[in-house]
C-alpha cells in the first residue's frame, strides 16, 4: 500500500477483555515497529520486527502483551486482559531495511473502560 | 543506554515570529537524529533527518536543524512560523547503523497564536 495502515482506528473495550490490534506496513518493508503513545509519556518503544522474527521485545510492559507477524508482513499486537492504564494511542511504524527512516501508522486509540 | 531531552514542553509564539525547539540527547555510540511532527488528529510525519555529512540539515516545511556533536543537541529551527505550524513536535535518535528502536523526546507542543 501506499502508507503504515492501522486498523481499527478505535477501540472501546471493557477492562478484562482481549483486544487486538493490526498494522499493515508499507509493501517491502522488512521491519515493523510498534510503540504507544500516553498522555503525559510520550511515545515508548514496545517491540520490533525483522521479518518475522522478533530482535528486541525489551519494551513490552507485561506478559499480558504479545505480538506476531506473519509472511513478513502484517503484524498483530494482542493485549490480553486489558487495563486501564493500557489505555493509549498505539502506533505502528515501518522501514526498509538499510535505511533508518521509519514511517508511521495514523495508530489506534484504544480505551479501557 | 540513550536519552532524549525535549528542554521544553510549551512553546507559544506569534504568527511570523522565529522558533527554536530543543533537544539535547545522551548516548555513547553513534547515532542518527530526527524531528517528527503530529498535527492534530494525525500520525507522525517526518520533518527532517541527520544521518551524516553536513550538519546543517532542511526538512520540510521550512524547517531546520543542526546537529552538534560536542553539546550533544539537535535544535529544530524555523525563522517565521504560520498559524499550520502548530503541532507536536518529538525529537528522536537510534543507534547509528542498525535497524532499531527511536528512544523519544517527551515531545514539544507549539502553538503558534495570530
Known amino acids: 500500500g501506499a502508507g503504515v495502515s492501522q486498523s481499527p482506528s478505535n477501540k472501546v473495550t471493557e477492562k478484562g477483555k482481549d483486544v487486538e490490534l493490526r498494522c499493515d506496513p508499507i509493501?517491502?518493508?522488512?521491519?515493523l515497529y510498534w510503540y504507544r503513545q500516553s498522555l503525559g509519556q510520550g511515545l515508548e518503544f514496545l517491540i520490533y520486527f525483522q521479518g518475522n522474527s522478533a530482535p528486541d521485545k525489551s519494551g513490552l510492559p507485561s506478559d499480558r502483551f504479545s505480538a506476531e507477524r506473519t509472511g513478513g508482513s502484517v503484524s498483530t499486537l494482542t493485549i490480553q486482559r486489558t487495563q486501564q492504564e493500557d489505555s493509549a494511542v498505539y502506533l505502528c511504524?515501518?522501514?526498509?531495511?538499510?535505511?533508518?527512516?521509519?514511517?508511521f501508522g495514523a495508530g489506534t486509540r484504544l480505551s479501557v473502560l | 543506554a540513550q536519552s532524549v531531552t525535549q528542554l521544553d514542553s510549551q512553546v507559544p509564539v506569534f504568527e511570523e515570529a522565529p522558533v527554536e525547539l530543543r533537544c539535547n540527547y545522551s548516548s555513547s555510540v553513534s547515532v542518527y537524529l530526527f524531528w517528527y511532527v503530529q498535527y492534530p488528529n494525525q500520525g507522525l510525519q517526518l520533518l527532517l533527518k541527520?544521518?551524516?555529512?553536513s550538519t546543517l540539515v532542511k526538512g520540510i516545511n521550512g524547517f531546520e536543524a543542526e546537529f552538534n556533536k560536542s553539546q550533544t543537541s539537535f535544535h529544530l529551527r524555523k525563522p517565521s512560523v504560520h498559524i499550520s505550524d502548530t503541532a507536536e513536535y518529538f525529537c528522536?535518535?537510534?543507534?547509528?547503523?542498525?535497524?532499531?528502536?527511536?528512544?523519544w523526546g517527551l515531545g514539544t507542543s507549539l502553538a503558534v497564536n495570530p
Open positions: 528522536a535518535v537510534k543507534n547509528a547503523g542498525n535497524n532499531r528502536k527511536l528512544i
Open positions: 511504524a515501518s522501514s526498509s531495511s538499510g535505511l533508518d527512516i521509519q514511517y
Open positions: 541527520y544521518l551524516s555529512g
Open positions: 509493501s517491502g518493508h522488512t521491519a
